[in-house]
């Protein structure tokens, strides 16, 4: 497959390997933590039932991303934080660099974004942007598997994933019918610093690294150069689009829009 050697004669996973496996993991845990949640949705929240059939599944289909926003926070720590290995100056050139890690969080970004986009696609889904944002998203973790370059540029764009836990938490806590709750309040309060953080300000030393490796652009695969230019751009647009959104919600929120209903007392009786 592509050339590639998933194990060696002892059993031991290439990284290749790892890959493979855990996309195929991933995959699994998805569909799922998806299909069984219609299951046991209804044991944990009452206002399951309540909900329309689009609303269930998309109810279901959000639980998935939860784990892959914490992943993707962790393994870009590790590689983007605390460690050197994609940085310091080297034989291979930074756009070339990969290793057992960049290998398994592709893998594990892989198996989720093709169950997300399948469900969103076939219940049209958070709109057509949520569907170009999944079709953009695949192209480059596919184009970083298949090629092996640009893994470092991959894991920087997956960090903007570690916003959907709490994007989730807002879909919920709507459908829950606690939109006038504080915990709604705070958080969207912590979507909206937490989007500056994740989905803005992580560009801007992002674009600052490209620019810096333009040159190595010229060695890396033709497919790997388009998304380049096409993607990062592409979702930059879009996290400022929607960040405009998450900003009037903030505005309205902070203004009275969403105000604590004080709970009813009964008069006591003279």
């Not at 991959?154 to 504080?182: F, H, Q």
């Not at 992002?206 to 979702?235: D, E, G, K, S």
Request: glycine letters at 8%; charged letters at 15%.
């Amino acid at each position: 497959m592509l050339g590639w050697r998933l194990a060696d004669q002892d059993g031991n996973l290439s990284n290749e390997g790892l890959c493979v496996f855990w996309a195929c993991v991933s995959m699994v845990a998805s569909l799922c933590m998806y299909y069984f949640g219609r299951f046991y949705s209804p044991l944990f929240f009452k206002c399951y039932k309540g909900l329309t059939p689009s609303e269930q599944r998309e109810w279901d289909v959000r639980y998935a991303s939860m784990p892959f926003g914490f992943l993707c926070v962790w393994y870009a720590y590790i590689m983007l934080m605390s460690s050197d290995f994609l940085f310091e100056d080297g034989p291979v050139p930074h756009m070339h660099r990969s290793n057992a890690v960049t290998w398994t969080q592709l893998g594990i970004a892989f198996g989720f974004f093709v169950v997300d986009f399948f469900v969103c696609f076939k219940y049209n889904m958070g709109g057509q942007e949520m569907l170009w944002h999944h079709i953009g998203t695949l192209m480059a973790v596919t184009t970083s598997i298949l090629t092996g370059e640009q893994h470092m540029s991959s894991v920087w764009m997956l960090l903007t994933e570690a916003t959907t836990p709490l994007i989730n938490m807002r879909w919920w806590l709507d459908k829950a019918g606690m939109k006038s709750s504080p915990v709604y309040i705070y958080n969207g309060l912590g979507i909206f610093f937490c989007w500056i953080l994740f989905r803005l300000v992580s560009f801007v030393p992002f674009f600052y690294n490209i620019w810096v490796q333009r040159a190595q652009l010229a060695i890396v695969h033709p497919m790997c150069v388009f998304i380049m230019y096409t993607f990062p751009p592409a979702l930059t647009l879009l996290n400022v689009w929607w960040f405009t959104k998450i900003v009037k919600g903030v505005m309205k929120g902070l203004s009275g829009g969403f105000k604590v209903k004080p709970t009813a007392t009964k008069a006591k009786p003279e």
